[in-house]
């Protein structure tokens, strides 16, 4: 049997292959629009669709029968995301009905309600789902007996519920003929809860060998009643780590994205365990100081995140109890309660808090009016039991929307699974005791497992943005630890500082990726100019110019060929009245014994026929239309030969005598390949070719980085007096980049004064033209000529071999630098700058085993002779 995941398998099948991301218009165009497909989704969506599509792997990687998969992916990482793209996947390959199950019925509510509902904030699809030039609607169903052929159909249950179905007869229930009939996509979320059998393989089947009735059994019986439906798993917490689990799993798992790459990666909010040595009322005031901290923070910033508290007791006494202690504390909250908090604490947020406070005039008394406000009984939701979830669904679901109000939560356990919230940023465990214990024998307890899952759900990262050029759904201040808005990048758990327990729920926190290892926490590093340099005028008065990314403009564009759309053959051939289409924009059209002619698009279909077609498409509206053509004046402008009049159509069969029907046929056909080469083509953002000033003093300031241990030994003193920070942390590659400016400052020195080769840690970024994409050069070297006494400004950026490839867009844009700036504009203080004083350069990328050929363009740029 092979041992390796099927993860590993398709790496090693496809290899290259997998690179380049599969990327199919009717999936992506189809999701809504406000979602933005991260990497990782991006290639589990490919590693899905090259097994899918690939008939002759290996029959470890896809056996011959059923398609059972899973997507073992972390919490928060987007998996609804992958079951709405991958339904319209299949819908396109065929299926037309869908089983969606999970173990909890909230979780079936939420989910329908992102799947269904149009008007709610978290809806899935785009507005109008269009696939094969046709308007496909989505609707729940209670079976299959009655499903559309042209619809995506999807019934939304329970695993319970399914059980039920089966072994109860029921009115309108599923039942087994519902699965022989039609193929269908059975889409399991949470689906570790299926895998009970699994663990306890003595139960599996009863004495006469029949399978006995569980609810894993009853997914393998609907799965196996037609040869060609699928079951699709999503789960964050698949047991790899028993041995029964890990066999079931081992040709299943496609995709693997554990929450420890997605802390890494950046897409989490990082953990604070907050331990402090009080009582419950001051813990509950200590969160609440937080959060009003964490709100004005917010404001400050304009903008709109309300921090949500979440309250967690051990029983449903316990929590009532903790509510009515919890809205005492607020109604009777006076300033000596907190005054006690702020000159007793040694804990640095909260120093930090009433500072802020201080500084922005809110005194206590203001304080206190403001967390009555809001924290008022009004604004806190309970859910101990099924009644109180049901009842508050869709409020919990949608605690980031403005017109939702909510800020406190209690809870006992209802809320570990399947809920959906980015904007908790607090959780206050209000009991005391370790979990562990009694059977246990030294393993993690259930509770904490249990609270580490919670700490999980709302570690999801509150998206904001304060830049125009964010990616607002990462983190953006782990290397600024001194940046007031990290406080809005980290979730706290709020405990009782008890040892025992803290290393219980560290170890739980530490196996779900949340923490790192003990011993390996990262480290503080301050990068800082050496002292002699930050006293240096020559160096004060140096200038950095950069670019900005504004908006792409598209006012040049006048026609297809302006847009980058400049081949016009389009290949269709003709066959027994109906039309297939070849490839658009081919000159090679297929050797056929039919006729073969060319015909003028608009002069063959006629007018009436394109404008029809061009109606079933969202993208041609005129509106659209003028925002990537601005100079369209009409749509009948766009049927000129500028645009749509200037194709040529290859027609293979009897083109003279088409039908209306077979012309809005090609119409059909060739607007639906358009309208991808537009998309395509479409870029939104473009960086300036004008460069603008700034100091150096201003660019490089003193920075702090969080560094992993292990990488500990790449921080180096530089004593080179031409460097400008004290310490260097970087790559091997980046190092060597100094070592060989080293072997020739003195050549560089004949010529030039005032040099200096600073080290960017992310102190400024640049524009590329063609696309706005962000880019921070490694490093950038200053000089000035002693003849001509013009500046220069080197870009430089080593690249290690394997990147190369990958990163080619940054080495092209430094390349164009040179030729394509404009102006080195503005005033900065009192000087006005001009492109006859200051010259800008971007240079190849640095290797070191092609280092003589960037120190040739290097001395080149600069005119030094005789460099060896």
């Known amino acids: ?113 992102n799947f269904i509902n149009q008007f709610s904030s978290k809806y899935l699809f785009n ?36 059980f039920s179905d089966f072994h109860n007869e029921k009115e309108n229930a599923l039942t087994i003929g519902d699965f022989k009939e039609n193929k269908i996509a059975l889409i399991a979320d949470e689906a570790h809860h299926i895998n009970a059998s699994t663990k306890k393989q003595t139960e599996l089947f009863d004495k006469d060998g029949s399978p006995k009735a569980s609810w894993e059994n009853t997914v393998e019986k609907i799965f196996k009643a037609h040869q060609d439906n699928i079951l699709l798993e999503f789960s964050a ?71 949500v508290i979440l309250f967690k007791s051990s029983k449903i006494t316990e929590s009532k109890d903790n509510q009515v202690v919890f809205h005492h504390l607020i109604n009777n909250l006076k300033d000596g309660d907190l005054n006690v908090i702020k000159n007793q604490t040694n804990i640095s947020v909260l120093i930090q808090a009433f500072d802020f406070f201080d500084k922005n005039e809110i005194n206590l008394s203001l304080l206190i009016a403001k967390i009555k406000i809001a924290f008022n009984e009004k604004k806190c939701l309970c859910t101990n039991n099924d009644k109180e979830l049901e009842l508050n669904q869709k409020r919990l679901n949608n605690l980031e929307d403005k017109d939702n109000s909510i800020r406190v939560i209690f809870t006992v356990d209802k809320l570990n699974e399947g809920w959906d919230v980015l904007n908790l940023f607090d959780i206050v465990r209000l009991y005391e005791g370790q979990n562990t214990g009694g059977s246990n024998k030294g393993k993690i307890g259930k509770k904490t497992i249990s609270e580490a899952q919670l700490i999980g759900r709302g570690a999801r990262y509150c998206a904001f943005k304060i830049k125009a050029d964010d990616d607002p759904y990462v983190r953006k201040f782990d ?62 008065n140096k200038i950095i110019f950069k670019n900005k990314r504004i908006d792409k403009c598209y006012n040049t564009v006048k026609n297809m060929a302006d847009f980058g759309i400049a081949k016009t053959n389009f290949s269709y051939k003709l066959q027994s009245g109906q039309g297939n289409l070849s490839e658009i924009f081919d000159d090679n059209t297929e050797q056929t014994s039919q006729p073969n002619n060319s015909y003028k698009l608009i002069k063959l279909l006629g007018v009436n026929i394109v404008k029809n077609a061009l109606l079933i498409f969202d993208t041609f509206a005129f509106n659209n239309l003028k925002k990537t053509f601005p100079n369209l004046q009409s749509i009948s402008h766009f049927l000129d030969k500028d645009y749509l009049g200037g194709f040529d159509i290859n027609i293979t069969g009897d083109g003279g005598n088409l039908s209306a029907q077979q012309k809005l046929a090609i119409a059909i056909s060739f607007l639906n390949k358009l ?141 164009e630098i040179k030729e394509n700036y404009k102006a080195l504009t503005g005033v900065n203080k009192t000087t006005t700058y001009s492109n006859d004083k200051y010259k800008i350069v971007g240079l190849e990328f640095y290797n070191h085993s092609d280092e003589n050929s960037f120190k040739s363009s290097l001395t080149t740029q600069l005119g030094v002779n005789n460099v060896i």
Not at 139 to 160: H, L, M, P, R, W
Not at 256 to 282: E, H, M, W
Request: net charge negative; hydrophobic share 35%.
């Open 1 to 113: 049997m092979n041992n390796k995941f099927l993860f590993d398998c398709i790496k090693e099948e496809f290899g290259r292959e997998l690179r380049t991301d599969i990327n199919y218009p009717f999936v992506a165009d189809n999701l809504n629009h406000k979602l933005k497909l991260r990497a990782y989704q991006k290639q589990a969506f490919t590693r899905f669709y090259k097994y899918y599509e690939t008939r002759d792997a290996q029959a470890y990687i896809k056996p011959q029968n059923n398609i059972h998969l899973a997507f073992h992916m972390a919490t928060g990482s987007g998996k609804t995301v992958m079951m709405a793209g991958l339904i319209l996947y299949l819908y396109e390959q065929g299926y037309r009905n869908f089983l969606f199950f999970v173990n909890r019925g909230q979780i079936v509510e939420k989910t329908k309600d």
């Open 127 to 162: 507005d109008k789902i269009i696939i094969n030039n046709k308007q496909v609607n989505i609707k729940a169903v209670d079976n299959f007996a009655y499903s559309s052929g042209d619809e995506i159909n999807i019934c939304f249950t329970t695993v319970q519920g399914l």
């Open 237 to 307: 917490t698949i047991e790899l780590d028993k041995k029964e689990i890990k066999e079931k799993y081992l040709d299943k798992i496609i995709y693997q994205y554990d929450l420890k790459n997605f802390v890494k990666d950046g897409f989490s909010k990082k953990i604070n365990l907050f331990k402090s040595n009080t009582d419950k009322s001051t813990r509950i005031l200590q969160a609440l100081v937080i959060s009003m901290y964490r709100e004005q923070i917010a404001i400050n910033h304009q903008l709109n995140i309300k921090p």
């Open 479 to 540: 290397d600024d630890i001194d940046n007031e808005l990290r406080l809005l990048e980290e979730l706290y758990f709020h405990s009782s500082n008890e040892s025992q327990y803290i290393s219980e729920i560290q170890r739980a926190l530490i196996e779900q990726g949340l923490l790192e290892k003990a011993g390996q926490e990262p480290i503080e590093l301050t990068l800082e100019l050496k002292p002699e340099i930050k006293k240096n005028d020559r160096f004060k």
């Open 675 to 815: 309208e991808v080469e537009i998309k395509g083509n479409i870029v939104e953002f473009e960086g300036t070719k004008e460069f603008d000033p700034y100091s150096a003093e201003d660019i490089f300031t003193e920075k702090t980085l969080l560094i992993p241990q292990d990488r500990e030994k790449q921080i180096q003193k530089i004593t080179h007096e031409w460097f400008a920070f004290e310490k260097f942390y970087g790559t091997s590659e980046e190092r060597q980049l100094i070592d060989l400016i080293h072997t020739i400052i003195d050549d560089i020195n004949n010529d030039y004064k005032n040099v200096y080769l600073v080290r960017n840690e992310r102190h400024f970024c640049l524009y590329d033209f063609a696309q706005g994409r962000r880019f921070e050069p490694d490093f950038v070297l200053l000089s000035q000529n002693k003849l001509s006494q013009c500046h220069y400004q080197f870009f430089i950026e080593p690249k290690g071999k394997h990147l190369q490839q990958i990163d080619k867009w940054k080495e092209d844009f430094l390349l």
